[in-house]
């Protein structure tokens, strides 16, 4: 997970399925703020379109797999919602109408099109474009 999702939801050592539930609820509840349709919230997470029930698990707190690469994928998505509350600190409505705002930093797509479109790639993209703005 990164530096910034830790500092803004503390440390969740991911090896305990209970922290898993719990991280399973908080990227659940950020989808909901960030009014993703769940098509795009399965690709976010890495998964089969077919896997719809697996996001009704999550709100309820089913464990998110143990894997890399779901552990990363939910770690460069808390830490783009931190960046993004640290960076509009006094506009949660931009914070969370951001990932759908068109971006020259994106050649004029939205976030949540480069996020789907290139994958974990398109994760790492968005964090770094964010982590970046903030070190200016």
Request: hydrophobic share 35%; proline share 7%; no cysteine.
């Amino acid at each position: 997970m990164t530096q910034a999702a830790l500092r803004e939801y503390g440390f969740v050592d991911p090896t305990t399925k209970e922290n898993r539930s719990k991280l399973a609820k908080m990227i659940m509840r950020l989808f909901e703020h960030w009014d993703i349709p769940v098509a795009d919230q399965l690709e976010l997470l890495g998964q089969s379109p077919k896997s719809r029930n697996l996001l009704g698990k999550y709100r309820k707190g089913e464990p998110l797999p143990a894997g890399r690469d779901s552990m990363d994928r939910v770690g460069y998505l808390l830490s783009i919602h931190s960046s993004l509350q640290t960076l509009f600190p006094e506009n949660p409505n931009l914070v969370y109408k951001w990932p759908h705002v068109r971006n020259q930093a994106f050649a004029g797509r939205t976030p949540l099109e480069v996020m789907k479109e290139e994958g974990h790639l398109g994760l790492i993209k968005v964090a770094w474009h964010l982590q970046t703005r903030l070190s200016r």
